[in-house]
């Protein structure tokens, strides 16, 4: 765990840092370095930690959770986020279960071309993903109104909105202050329902 920042470790934090830094706890038990780094303003770890299970974890998504890990492994790599896309493309693996694919969708997102790998719907809103990240100056409601057509519905716009958005500020986060991923677990992801 590394950043070209201080952070504070456990056994040096006092009260309110510890209370978050429990909230902020991976099911591995660890703080992972996109947290701790938040540490000498630890109320940013608050806001952050509650972003991004409000934006990647929430119930109320109706895209698949491996399709969101997706967006958020392209925005990573249009951000050259290495912190990021080995976290989060860990997850699409895991979720997804079947490496060929996994590996042309990570070639095919490395490559610029999700065209390769998806249709529909899926190429909609990555291609979506990626205006918003790399040219979000030049978006416009044809934008929205295309994933429309390509039949996604306004809540769905909105959660490949927020992940992405979530991200560009997570991947501004970890490159502005080399955030590394030594010593993390690498990926987390929710346990198949039956």
Known sequence: MSAWIKM????????????LLDHARTPHGTVDTVMRVHSLRPETMNGHVTLYRAVLHSDDNKLPFWFLEVIASYTSILNDCTYSLTHHFMNVRNLIKDQPRSDRIFTALKAHRPEDEFDGKELALLRYAGKLTADVGKMIKSDVEALKIAGCDDGEILEVNQVCAYFNYSNRLLNGLGCTTDNDQIGYYKAEET
């Open 8 to 19: 504070i470790e456990d056994q040096e934090a006092g009260p309110r840092l510890k209370e």
